[in-house]
């Protein structure tokens, strides 16, 4: 039983670190967004990608974010050695942003055309995209980051 009860408190805290790495990247994405076409105009378009430097930006402020939320409150450290862990949690996280901006290029070209207007905000195809990268890419890296990083 306290196998069990222990195994559900670390998924919560796993998905309440993930929350605020997404909120951490949620909202860099959207002053990257911003500010970074006004500097450098191909950012909304650059040879048929949208907004990669800040997908990459705001990606990078979500995984070390989540990197000290994981340490300190869901996973156990000690499989690996400070070093190696940051090592492999940053492989992993690499690996995880290509598929993050492989997923929004995919929602923002095919699915999310248009901005949904639910009356107290509007979602622009933009935002969506990278809200929905975030999930799908999430599901994958707590079984990943639990098996192979810190110990199960």
Not at 23 to 29: L, Y
Not at 36 to 43: F, K, N, R, T
Not at 86 to 111: D, E, K, P, V
Request: aromatic letters at 20%.
């Amino acid at each position: 039983m306290k196998k069990i009860l222990k195994k559900q408190k670390q998924v919560l805290f796993f998905i309440l670190a993930g929350g605020l790495s997404a909120v951490i990247e949620i909202g860099s994405f959207k002053f990257f967004s911003m500010w970074l076409p006004e500097i450098y105009p191909q950012e909304t378009n650059l040879w048929g990608i949208h907004f990669p430097f800040s997908n990459i930006l705001s990606t990078s402020c979500g995984i070390i974010s989540n990197y000290f939320f994981s340490i300190w409150f869901v996973f156990e450290r000690g499989k690996h050695s400070k070093r190696r862990e940051f090592a492999y949690f940053m492989g992993l996280s690499i690996a995880s942003t290509i598929f993050s901006l492989i997923f929004f290029q995919l929602f923002f070209r095919y699915l999310f055309t248009e901005n949904i207007d639910i009356k107290i905000f509007t979602f622009s195809p933009e935002m969506l995209s990278k809200i929905s990268a975030i999930i799908v890419v999430s599901l994958l890296n707590y079984s990943l980051k639990k098996r192979v990083i810190f110990n199960g």
